[in-house]
């Protein structure tokens, strides 16, 4: 046997490096240790893969990697951009196990956060129209004079109708 083919043994990192870039891992992939491990060693080197997803997911080093990450970079630093989880609901419409229904269901969602679907815009009885684009259109009222004259023959008929 050549033990120069052996993939475990080739890696020349030490544990502890490699503990510390599976705990990052780990936080993008929290329920999956198998995919965080093979961020780690690569698809091909099975035996690291496995041993590290089964012995290392409570491993006190990678605890507590974890846990100096999340200080240092925050909880959203290892949530998938827009664009990845875009990637992702696309790939699962994409799965021919799916039924029909669980496609269509998929690309949907995959429409709606790439923007393809329109939002209707929320128009409220004030002066602003909010649209769900992240447009905000304000109304045209005249002037700032004109806008004074129609607030005071407002105010001055509120009050008449307070005192009645």
Known sequence: MNVAL??????????????????????????????????????????????????WVHDPLVLTTQTELIKEFGEDT???SKLTLARR????????????GERLAAFRLYADVRGFIEKQAVVDNRSITVNQNKVMVVRDYGTDEQWELQVKSQQAKLVSEARD
């Not at 699962?92 to 029909?100: I, N, P, Q, R, Y």
Request: aromatic letters at 10%.
């Open 6 to 55: 052996v993939p475990w043994q080739q890696d020349n990192r030490d544990e502890d490096t490699l503990k510390k870039a599976f705990a990052g891992s780990l936080l993008k992939y929290p329920t999956d240790p198998i995919k965080a491990a093979i961020e780690v060693f690569g698809a091909a080197n099975n035996y690291r893969v496995v041993k590290a997803s089964q012995d």
């Open 78 to 80: 290892f949530l998938p």
């Open 89 to 100: 609901i696309f790939e699962l419409g994409e799965k021919t196990t799916a039924t029909v």
